[in-house]
Nanobody, 123 residues
Framework: QVQLVESGGGLVQAGGSLRLSCVAS????????MAWFRQAPGKERELVAT????????YYADSVKGRFTISRDNAKKTVYLQMNSLKAEETANYYC????????????????WGQGTQVTVSS
């Protein structure tokens, strides 16, 4: 069983930056592929970024490439999402997710989810 706790959300002006963190419980964190998803009110949940267990492989949605960076520290059982040049339309609840093995692009394939952290970008 893996429990995930996100933090780092908040209110930021457009063009600003935030760093989200997701701390995991349990052992063998490095065997889990991790992802960040987001969901805005009235919209479907969408994939933001993924990272492999050892951090060697990452994936980004086209909309965030060049502005967001996903990383992980397995010793701290933590995955991060550095978000720069934020846009108002990126206001959403951001969720951390985990699955054993390789990270995938579909939310239904993730077994473990955090409670989410709200990011609000003012224009």
């Amino acid at each position: 069983q893996v429990q995930l706790v996100e933090s780092g959300g908040g209110l930021v002006q457009a063009g600003g930056s935030l760093r989200l963190s997701c701390v995991a419980s349990g052992r063998t964190f490095s065997t889990y592929g991790m992802a960040w998803f987001r969901q805005a009110p009235g919209k479907e949940r969408e994939l933001v970024a993924t990272i492999s267990g050892l951090g060697g492989s990452t994936y980004y949605a086209d909309s965030v490439k060049g502005r967001f960076t996903i990383s992980r520290d397995n010793a701290k059982k933590t995955v991060y999402l550095q978000m720069n040049s934020l846009k108002a339309e990126e206001t959403a609840n951001y969720y951390c997710a985990a699955r054993w093995g390789d990270p995938l692009y579909t939310d239904t394939l993730y077994n473990y989810w955090g409670q989410g952290t709200q990011v609000t970008v003012s224009s």
